[in-house]
Nanobody, 121 residues
Framework: QVQLVESGGGLVQPGGSLRLSCAASGSISSIYAMGWYRQAPGKQRELVAAITSGGTKNYADSVKGRFTISRDNAKNTVYLQMNSLKPEDTAVYYC???????????????WGQGTQVTVSS
């Protein structure tokens, strides 16, 4: 069974930094893209950043220049370095992966359980 496990959330002051990690485990044949979404109270879940197996990156306009996504393909792990955090970055952050499980014949999307990021003084 495939699992995505996130870590690294917490409380940070405005202007501070956090680093999120997400490791995919289980019987996985291949991972195409991994990324991070977030959902603030009363708002829809939105894409924060994504990265393909080839290294192509995509960022939401609101985080460009502040957040950096990276990936370790050997470890099936994706990272999100968040700098210059703002109160409006407060949300639950979810890891997402588009992957092919060993028992499947097509790629599917998997989600982590979410990790809370709170930016407040």
């Amino acid at each position: 069974q495939v699992q995505l496990v996130e870590s690294g959330g917490g409380l940070v002051q405005p202007g501070g930094s956090l680093r999120l990690s997400c490791a995919a485990s289980g019987s996985i044949s291949s991972i195409y893209a991994m990324g991070w979404y977030r959902q603030a109270p009363g708002k829809q879940r939105e894409l924060v950043a994504a990265i393909t197996s080839g290294g192509t990156k995509n960022y939401a306009d609101s985080v460009k220049g502040r957040f950096t996504i990276s990936r370790d393909n050997a470890k099936n792990t994706v990272y999100l370095q968040m700098n210059s955090l703002k109160p409006e970055d407060t949300a639950v952050y979810y890891c997402n992966a588009n992957l092919l499980a060993s028992a499947d014949v097509r790629y599917s999307y998997y989600w982590g359980q979410g990790t809370q990021v709170t930016v407040s003084s």
